[in-house]
């Protein structure tokens, strides 16, 4: 029997088909990629499969007794715990457990029933099959793999970044050791070595796992069969990411070659019946409509929904865009050594190397946005800059997409702010949407339409990737790299860097040890 097993699954929001039918199953040991373009469903797949969505139709059925472990980034957390504090609670009935035992021995120094004795002894054996005795050895290793130590074991997460909580939510979901991992884009908020750590965990993990990302250079290792959802069709292939999508376009082929061998039967067919249909062979000509009303029309692939961008520029005479001298970042004390380094006229940079807690705070220094500890970050007077931050935050969440460039840019007409949308990728029904219901990728893609309305020299993109698709990507790199002016771009994928930077900096290897 199949750890999961999905049946008929049909789902849609409003107006918009998510998936019709579809059927696959998730077997032991298998770590299935989720991919497909933003707003398809992906994470609603998620939601469905940890029943904190109802579909329209369909059953999900998980194995008996099978543990599940879901990255949910909005799962509610007490005021006043630490990261240590909630890191522990995934070992929360050893805990309980050991509490019991020493309440058993305490009664029994004071009875001496041999009972209570028996009774701890065999709690014992249980924590130490359970390796509770490990568990802080355990803690460190996730807290190092994953880059919390700069965050500190005791800040408390209500006062964390975003990024900062879905990585300690990531860690304790790792140290509660599931039988089956459901993670919903795991690397947003990690940089290179981390998620290199999380690949090895992945590789050595027996359970299964399903994960959804638009990192491929992520997946490629560590899945061995992917689904894809597009077109309101689930389909598994067997296979790493790249053989999936050789799978993928083989099929793509093979349905348009289909498609174009029925529509030369149909053209025929039609053309018979025109010339007969009123003629001595009308009843062959009959005979030839019943077969075009039986045959299973194949329809041709569809087309993904391109995104195009293309950022304003504003004229610049200044040789040294931007000066960072000494400078010295973080709030109560440093994140980083003190960093130095320059951006000439026109260069595009890509920032890595530095963690997680570190590279948003940089930016957010450079900028003026955070006060820095020490050092300068000084830009050339006649820089006009243009900033994404990777935070999908929101004025009002239920505002729609036309609201909030509408409001933003009261000039403009609707039919002005639907073309840019539409442009970016969004499509007219998800233009009216609630921000707060629509996937990250959707939202991002908003980010980046509000950026298109402003004409500058200098872009500043602090993880512009997390959460887009691979067209989408490509289309945004192309963007960047077209844009005559400079750009500063943050990104934990490599393959994002290719071919777009003039010159990479390792903020770690220019820091003063």
């Given at each position: 029997?199949?750890?999961?097993?999905?049946?008929d699954?049909?789902?849609?929001?409003?107006?918009?088909?998510?998936?019709?039918?579809?059927?696959?199953?998730?077997?032991?040991?298998?770590?299935?990629?989720?991919?497909?373009?933003?707003?398809?469903?992906?994470?609603?797949?998620?939601?469905?499969?940890?029943?904190?969505?109802?579909?329209?139709?369909?059953?999900?059925?998980w194995?008996?007794?099978?543990?599940?472990?879901?990255?949910?980034q909005?799962?509610?957390?007490?005021?006043?715990?630490?990261?240590?504090?909630?890191?522990?609670t995934?070992?929360?009935?050893?805990?309980?457990?050991?509490?019991?035992?020493?309440?058993l021995?305490?009664?029994?120094?004071?009875?001496?029933?041999?009972?209570l004795?028996?009774k701890?002894?065999r709690?014992?054996?249980?924590?130490?099959?359970?390796?509770f005795?490990?568990?802080?050895?355990?803690?460190?290793?996730?807290?190092?793999?994953?880059g919390l130590?700069?965050?500190?074991?005791?800040?408390?997460?209500?006062?964390?970044?975003?990024?900062?909580r879905?990585?300690?939510?990531?860690?304790?979901?790792?140290?509660?050791n599931?039988?089956?991992l459901?993670?919903?884009?795991?690397?947003?908020?990690?940089?290179?070595s981390?998620?290199?750590w999380?690949?090895?965990?992945l590789?050595?993990?027996?359970?299964?796992?399903?994960?959804?990302?638009?990192?491929?250079?992520?997946l490629?290792?560590?899945?061995?069969?992917i689904?894809?959802?597009?077109?309101?069709?689930?389909?598994?292939?067997r296979g790493?990411?790249?053989?999936?999508?050789?799978?993928?376009?083989?099929?793509?082929?093979?349905?348009?070659?289909?498609?174009?061998?029925?529509?030369?039967?149909?053209?025929?067919?039609?053309?018979?019946?025109?010339?007969?249909?009123?003629?001595?062979?009308?009843?062959?000509?009959?005979?030839?409509e019943?077969?075009?009303?039986?045959?299973?029309?194949?329809?041709?692939?569809?087309?993904?929904?391109?995104?195009?961008?293309?950022?304003?520029?504003?004229e610049?005479?200044?040789?040294?865009?931007?000066?960072?001298?000494?400078?010295s970042?973080?709030?109560?004390?440093?994140?980083?050594?003190?960093?130095?380094?320059s951006?000439?006229?026109?260069?595009?940079?890509g920032?890595?190397?530095?963690?997680?807690?570190?590279?948003?705070?940089?930016?957010?220094?450079?900028?003026?946005?955070?006060?820095?500890?020490?050092?300068?970050?000084?830009?050339?007077?006649s820089?006009?800059?243009?900033?994404?931050?990777?935070d999908?935050?929101?004025?009002?969440?239920?505002?729609?997409?036309?609201?909030?460039?509408?409001?933003?840019?009261p000039?403009?007409?609707?039919?002005?702010i639907?073309?840019?949308?539409?442009?970016?990728?969004?499509?007219?029904?998800?233009?009216?949407?609630k921000?707060?219901t629509?996937?990250?990728?959707?939202?991002?893609?908003?980010?980046?339409?509000?950026?298109?309305?402003?004409?500058?020299?200098?872009l500043?993109?602090?993880?512009?990737?997390?959460?887009?698709?691979?067209?989408?990507?490509?289309?945004?790199?192309?963007?960047?790299?077209?844009?005559?002016?400079?750009?500063?771009?943050?990104?934990?994928?490599?393959?994002?860097y290719?071919?777009?930077?003039?010159?990479?900096?390792?903020?770690?290897?220019?820091?003063?040890?």
């Amino acid at each position: 029997m199949a750890l999961l097993d999905v049946t008929d699954l049909s789902m849609s929001f409003a107006d918009k088909k998510l998936y019709s039918n579809a059927s696959f199953q998730l077997n032991k040991g298998e770590h299935m990629g989720v991919v497909g373009q933003n707003g398809v469903g992906k994470s609603t797949l998620i939601k469905i499969l940890t029943g904190k969505e109802l579909p329209e139709s369909g059953s999900i059925k998980w194995q008996k007794g099978t543990k599940v472990g879901y990255l949910d980034q909005y799962v509610d957390i007490p005021d006043g715990m630490t990261l240590i504090d909630f890191l522990h609670t995934a070992f929360a009935d050893l805990y309980e457990k050991n509490e019991r035992m020493t309440q058993l021995y305490n009664e029994y120094a004071e009875t001496m029933d041999d009972d209570l004795m028996e009774k701890a002894g065999r709690i014992s054996e249980q924590l130490e099959a359970d390796d509770f005795y490990d568990i802080e050895t355990k803690v460190e290793q996730v807290i190092t793999g994953l880059g919390l130590d700069d965050i500190g074991r005791d800040h408390e997460i209500a006062n964390m970044s975003g990024g900062q909580r879905s990585k300690i939510i990531l860690a304790k979901l790792i140290l509660e050791n599931p039988d089956v991992l459901l993670l919903d884009e795991p690397t947003n908020y990690l940089d290179t070595s981390h998620i290199e750590w999380l690949k090895d965990y992945l590789n050595s993990f027996s359970g299964a796992a399903i994960i959804i990302s638009h990192d491929y250079d992520f997946l490629e290792p560590v899945t061995n069969c992917i689904v894809n959802v597009a077109f309101g069709k689930i389909t598994k292939y067997r296979g790493d990411f790249k053989s999936a999508m050789r799978q993928k376009d083989e099929k793509i082929k093979t349905q348009q070659r289909e498609y174009e061998k029925q529509q030369v039967e149909i053209g025929k067919a039609k053309k018979f019946i025109q010339k007969f249909k009123a003629g001595s062979r009308s009843t062959l000509a009959k005979s030839r409509e019943k077969m075009l009303d039986r045959m299973d029309v194949v329809e041709p692939p569809k087309s993904n929904i391109k995104a195009e961008f293309n950022f304003p520029y504003e004229e610049t005479g200044s040789q040294n865009a931007l000066v960072v001298n000494e400078l010295s970042v973080g709030y109560d004390k440093p994140l980083l050594s003190p960093v130095t380094f320059s951006v000439d006229t026109d260069q595009k940079v890509g920032l890595q190397g530095f963690n997680g807690v570190g590279k948003s705070t940089l930016i957010k220094s450079i900028l003026g946005i955070i006060k820095p500890l020490g050092g300068t970050a000084t830009f050339s007077p006649s820089v006009k800059i243009n900033y994404f931050s990777q935070d999908l935050v929101w004025d009002n969440p239920d505002a729609t997409p036309m609201q909030i460039i509408q409001d933003k840019y009261p000039k403009l007409t609707q039919k002005e702010i639907r073309s840019k949308l539409a442009r970016a990728g969004l499509d007219a029904s998800n233009a009216f949407k609630k921000i707060s219901t629509l996937s990250g990728g959707e939202q991002v893609k908003i980010k980046l339409a509000l950026m298109e309305f402003v004409p500058s020299n200098f872009l500043i993109l602090d993880e512009p990737s997390n959460h887009l698709d691979d067209e989408t990507k490509e289309s945004l790199k192309k963007a960047i790299k077209k844009f005559p002016g400079n750009a500063i771009v943050v990104s934990h994928e490599a393959s994002f860097y290719e071919g777009l930077a003039d010159k990479k900096i390792d903020v770690e290897k220019l820091s003063l040890k």
